[in-house]
Antibody, heavy 121, light 107 residues
Framework: QVQLEQSGAEVKKPGASVKVSCKAS????????MHWVRQAPGQGREWMGW????????FIVQSFQGRVTMTRDTSISTAYLELRSLRSDDTAFYYC??????????????WGQGTLVTVSS | DIQMTQSPSSLSASVGDRVTITCRAS??????LNWYQQKPGKAPKVLIF???SLQSGVPSRFSGSGSGTDFTLTISSLQPEDSATYFC?????????FGQGTKVVIK
């Protein structure tokens, strides 16, 4: 079964860092790109960037550059999102999602179940 | 960035009703438009990709149509298990952007 399993909820203080994991199963990990997106309470979904799971190359949205690192460990089919210098407005659900592309289009499937990161003093 | 305007933000309908959700893009996305379903605490699930292609395993009561800037998700006969939030996504140009979501409640 193709699925992505994310790590559990985190509570962090402002200024701290958090690392969210996304473990893949049921498919060849290195054949794909992985996206990260977040959704703050009452807000829309915000794309953070992608990682090429084969090469490790990343694209990070400008607003997150310098604070976000995307990595992967191919030996355990797991992708990671690290967010540093946390602020209260980083409180959100964070999702990983596998990129799917063919001649008809581009979509994301599957998604992880989401990891709630709460930033509070 | 392409802005995606989804409507309505919520709706209440009865089992068996035909339900329509719309998504309008601020500029053309061709057919690079996807629809997802999300239930509370669960992972989003793709229903329709490329505007009108039904994802494998998704019931045929779900359908998508449109191209360019105007798109529609239709549930032909609403079922109790369709209670969820539905959102659209454009992947025509970077950054990918999303509609705000439509919460579907069963009366």
């Amino acid at each position: 079964q193709v699925q992505l399993e994310q790590s559990g909820a985190e509570v962090k203080k402002p200024g701290a860092s958090v690392k969210v994991s996304c473990k893949a199963s049921g498919f060849t990990f290195t054949d794909y790109y992985m996206h990260w997106v977040r959704q703050a309470p009452g807000q829309g979904r915000e794309w953070m960037g992608w990682i090429n799971l084969h090469s490790g190359d990343t694209f990070i949205v400008q607003s997150f550059q310098g604070r976000v690192t995307m990595t992967r460990d191919t030996s355990i089919s797991t992708a990671y999102l690290e967010l540093r210098s946390l602020r209260s407005d980083d409180t959100a659900f964070y999702y990983c999602a596998r990129d799917q592309t063919n001649i008809r289009g581009n979509w994301w499937d599957p998604w992880g179940q989401g990891t709630l990161v709460t930033v509070s003093s | 960035d392409i802005q995606m305007t989804q409507s309505p933000s919520s709706l209440s309908a009865s089992v068996g009703d035909r339900v329509t959700i719309t998504c309008r893009a601020s500029r053309t996305t061709g057919t690079y438009l996807n629809w997802y379903q999300q239930k509370p605490g669960k992972a989003p699930k793709v229903l329709i990709f490329a505007a009108s292609s039904l994802q494998s395993g998704v019931p045929s009561r779900f359908s998508g149509s449109g191209s360019g800037t105007d798109f529609t998700l239709t549930i032909s006969s609403l079922q109790p298990e369709d209670s969820a939030t539905y959102f659209c996504q454009q992947t025509s140009s970077s950054p990918p952007t999303f509609g705000q979501g439509t919460k579907v409640v069963i009366k």
